[in-house]
């Protein structure tokens, strides 16, 4: 264990710090966040090691304090009055209405489940009712590595990775595996006979549509729309948080590939749904240009992007219980980052733009209980009536 100062950090940069702490080091057990340093649990003999990985993420950020950019808020909705501020998450857990299987990891029930399947049914009809020529599609957790690589995103979330996985193909493989009795004392020797992985567990809901439309051409003014489905999975170490942050969750998202114009339309009208649960439920929520931490050669340009180009935008949802505001919808205008490596083009020949709208659906619903509480006799009236012609609570 030993402490490690930042104070010669930007605020901006130590938000950047803190957050990958826990990507440098598989042997960090645990952190404490201060004011101008943190308290980094490990056994002693990986002090040395650890604190070499802490400078060279420093120096890493540093390397990009020049962008001098800053996160603006685009829309501004932290004024509206919610009816709780209490942690609702120990009650979920004490009556069994989320489930922790195992860690960032939960089931649904009661409340929380109703509330999920409202979300689910009404982004279904708003696409439905919405986009022309819709497209749906409901995706598996696994996604090949070789298209994760095509698509570079090994590139800019190196550390949000999961990957499947089994055991070698071998009939003494096998039999040392299930003559095995205790697992902390031999998985190690089991891991050596795991194959090296095919598949990743996929990060985001949209990885699938652009092998789909390989090679395409769009006919004249046509637009490709999408509503998609999915598990996903990311690997959130030591951030995972009440369900905050999840290593498995549900997402939901519109996809549109097309010309600029029409895309940013189409983006548009995706938000006005937000806007619409922010207005009948009155959330206490903001919407903010987004500067997701990168790990990668490029992480400035992309950086640079989203703050200036707006290539990411979030609706943040307060939790009121520890004055956060969490990340529940994000549009991510993807320009031509998917149709140059997978060649989709429009009816003249240059490459199309490709944008999504993400919904977090766990998320969603944990904000919304956290700012509305367990007890729905004093919910608001029309926070009741929308989501009753969805589910009965």
């Not at 795991?194 to 652009?210: D, E, G, Q, W």
């Given at each position: ?207 699938p549509v652009y092998p789909y439309l390989e090679n395409y051409v769009l006919k004249e003014d046509e637009v490709k729309s999408f509503l998609v489905s999915g598990r996903c999975f990311r690997n959130e170490e030591l951030n995972i948080k009440e369900m905050s942050r999840l290593n498995e969750f549900n997402m939901k998202e519109f996809v549109f590939v097309g010309g600029e114009d029409e895309l940013n339309a189409l983006i548009d009208k ?124």
């Amino acid at each position: 264990m030993f402490k490690f100062d930042f104070k010669g950090l930007s605020e901006e940069n130590v938000n950047v710090f803190l957050d990958m702490i826990p990507y440098v080091s598989p042997k960090i057990i645990g952190i404490t966040k201060n004011e101008h340093d943190v308290i980094v649990n490990c056994e002693e003999q990986y002090n040395e090691n650890i604190l070499g990985e802490l400078i060279r993420l420093i120096d890493l950020i540093k390397t990009m304090k020049d962008s001098n950019l800053e996160v603006i808020t685009l829309e501004d909705f932290t004024k509206n009055s919610i009816l709780n501020t209490k942690n609702v998450f120990p009650e979920l857990v004490k009556n069994n209405i989320v489930r922790e299987l195992t860690s960032g990891v939960f089931s649904y029930s009661g409340i929380f489940l109703r509330l999920y399947e409202y979300f689910d049914r009404k982004i279904n009809e708003y696409a439905h009712e919405n986009f022309d020529n819709l497209i749906e599609e409901v995706y598996p957790v696994l996604f090949p590595i070789d298209e994760y690589i095509k698509g570079r995103y090994f590139e800019n979330f190196p550390h949000y990775m999961m990957f499947q996985t089994k055991l070698n193909n071998d009939i003494d493989t096998y039999k040392k595996f299930i003559s095995n009795k205790s697992t902390c004392t031999c998985m190690n020797e089991i891991l050596d006979d795991i194959s090296l992985p095919k598949n990743v567990l996929r990060h985001a809901t949209c990885a699938p549509v652009y092998p789909y439309l390989e090679n395409y051409v769009l006919k004249e003014d046509e637009v490709k729309s999408f509503l998609v489905s999915g598990r996903c999975f990311r690997n959130e170490e030591l951030n995972i948080k009440e369900m905050s942050r999840l290593n498995e969750f549900n997402m939901k998202e519109f996809v549109f590939v097309g010309g600029e114009d029409e895309l940013n339309a189409l983006i548009d009208k995706s938000k006005n749904l937000v806007r619409f649960w922010i207005d009948t439920f009155s959330l206490n929520s903001k919407c903010e240009t987004a500067n997701d931490s990168f790990f990668a050669s490029n992480y400035k340009k992309l950086r640079y992007f989203q703050l200036i180009g707006n290539s990411k935008l979030e609706y943040k949802v307060l939790i009121p219980s520890n004055k956060e505001y969490i990340s529940c919808c994000s549009a991510n205008y993807h320009r031509t980052h998917f149709s140059k490596p997978y060649n989709i083009r429009t009816y003249s020949g240059e490459y199309c733009y490709t944008a999504c709208f993400a919904f977090g659906i766990e998320r969603l619903v944990y904000a919304l209980l956290s700012q509305k509480g367990l007890d729905i006799t004093k919910w608001d009236d029309d926070t009741i009536y929308e989501i009753d012609k969805y589910v009965k609570l």
